[in-house]
């Protein structure tokens, strides 16, 4: 009887352990962009899928230029291009910053949107760039976003 009492506790303590275990959990970001055919801006290798690097170069106290080639097609309309925030590297467990600096075509972009495309049924490739606005950082590890935003201007009779 003792070894079935003994055995009979064992096994009501096993489940216990088992349902106190801390559960997984992982989440993954997904976006999807359905583009209509007459407006579109894509780039022509796809969007970066990890943080993008910007290099410096402590011994030319500059950053590298991240460059991507952007494909745009209007057919109806103008296209403008904004930033939806200012794009700022904060670094880790710090106040430190780095600016960006984010231009389309030679055009730097800001808050406002501004044109970069003009009506036209066919499609044109033009230059994103982003870089970075400080030329003596802290030492540190950055992150931040750069986010685009892309619409249609009317364009004039």
Same mark, same amino acid.
């Given at each position: 009887?003792?070894?079935?009492?003994?055995? !009979?506790?064992?096994?009501?303590? &096993?489940?216990?352990?088992?349902?106190?275990?801390?559960?997984?959990?992982?989440?993954?970001?997904?976006?999807?962009?359905? %583009?209509?055919?007459?407006?579109?801006?894509?780039?022509? &290798?796809?969007?970066?899928?990890?943080?993008?690097?910007?290099?410096?170069?402590?011994?030319?106290?500059?950053?590298? +230029?991240?460059?991507?080639?952007?494909?745009?097609?209007? +057919? +109806?309309?103008?296209?403008?291009?904004?930033?939806?925030?200012?794009?700022?590297?904060?670094?880790?467990?710090?106040?430190? +910053?780095?600016?960006?600096?984010?231009?389309?075509?030679?055009?730097?972009?800001? &808050?406002?949107?501004?044109?970069?495309?003009?009506?036209?049924?066919?499609?044109?490739?033009?230059?994103?760039?982003?870089? !970075?606005?400080?030329?003596?950082?802290?030492?540190?590890?950055? &992150?931040?976003?750069?986010?685009?935003?892309?619409?249609?201007?009317?364009? %004039?009779?």
């Amino acid at each position: 009887m003792k070894k079935y009492l003994v055995a !009979s506790c064992i096994a009501a303590i &096993l489940p216990i352990a088992v349902v106190n275990a801390a559960p997984i959990r992982q989440t993954i970001d997904v976006t999807v962009t359905v %583009p209509a055919e007459t407006f579109y801006v894509k780039p022509q &290798l796809g969007w970066p899928q990890s943080p993008i690097q910007l290099a410096y170069d402590p011994v030319a106290k500059s950053f590298n +230029t991240y460059k991507l080639a952007l494909q745009v097609k209007n +057919t +109806t309309n103008n296209v403008t291009a904004a930033l939806a925030f200012d794009p700022v590297l904060t670094e880790d467990n710090s106040d430190n +910053t780095v600016a960006l600096a984010v231009s389309i075509a030679g055009k730097d972009l800001g &808050l406002a949107p501004i044109p970069i495309h003009t009506k036209d049924p066919t499609e044109k490739v033009y230059q994103l760039e982003i870089t !970075s606005k400080v030329t003596t950082p802290t030492v540190g590890n950055y &992150l931040g976003s750069v986010s685009l935003v892309f619409d249609e201007q009317a364009a %004039p009779p």
